[in-house]
């Protein structure tokens, strides 16, 4: 008996022919075929209403932002341009302002100079002026004194014929004389 039981419980141990079931793994064929007919139907749908639209709001959208990006780019161009043009004309305003300023120090030198001689001159005119009347008013003093001493001198000339003195009164009238000049 226990080999009987064995034997039957071997046999029992092989599968029985399996039943064609259908499951996730094993579809039926009749579903499969109207699983993609469905899907190709609505493909055909959706790239006819949705996808469509789809591809050209995308489409419009990358032209709108190649647009945008391209205007950027001359945008930054045009700035980088203007940079440069602001920079150059700051440089040529400075190399001009540089100039200007070593002109006018030029000039004012040259000025400086032109007023020193200018004064030079003045001063020696002045000076050439001033010794003219200096000499001038010599020459008049002199001529005054000449004056002077002449008229003293035939003043006590005179007075000393007058008065025909001897030596000693000469001399007193002399001294006198001498004094009051």
Avoid at 33 to 51: C, D, E, N, Q, S
Avoid at 131 to 142: F, M, P
């Amino acid at each position: 008996m226990a080999e009987e039981n064995l034997s039957t419980s071997v046999g029992a141990a092989e599968p029985a022919p399996a039943k064609h079931e259908a499951g996730f793994f094993n579809p039926e064929v009749q579903v499969l075929f109207l699983t993609w007919v469905t899907f190709f139907i609505l493909l055909v749908i959706l790239y006819k209403y949705a996808w469509k639209p789809i591809l050209q709001a995308l489409d419009a959208r990358e032209a709108g932002i190649r647009k945008a990006v391209e205007e950027a780019e001359k945008t930054r161009a045009e700035y980088e341009k203007i940079e440069e043009t602001r920079k150059r004309l700051i440089a040529e305003a400075q190399e001009q302002s540089k100039e200007i300023i070593e002109q006018s120090r030029k000039a004012a030198v040259n000025a400086a100079k032109v007023i020193e001689q200018k004064t030079k001159e003045q001063a020696e005119i002045v000076m050439e002026n001033a010794q003219r009347e200096i000499r001038s008013e010599k020459e008049k003093a002199e001529a005054t004194l000449r004056e002077e001493s002449a008229r003293v001198a035939v003043a006590l000339a005179s007075k000393i014929i007058e008065e025909n003195l001897d030596n000693e009164k000469n001399q007193k009238l002399v001294n006198r004389l001498i004094k009051e000049i």
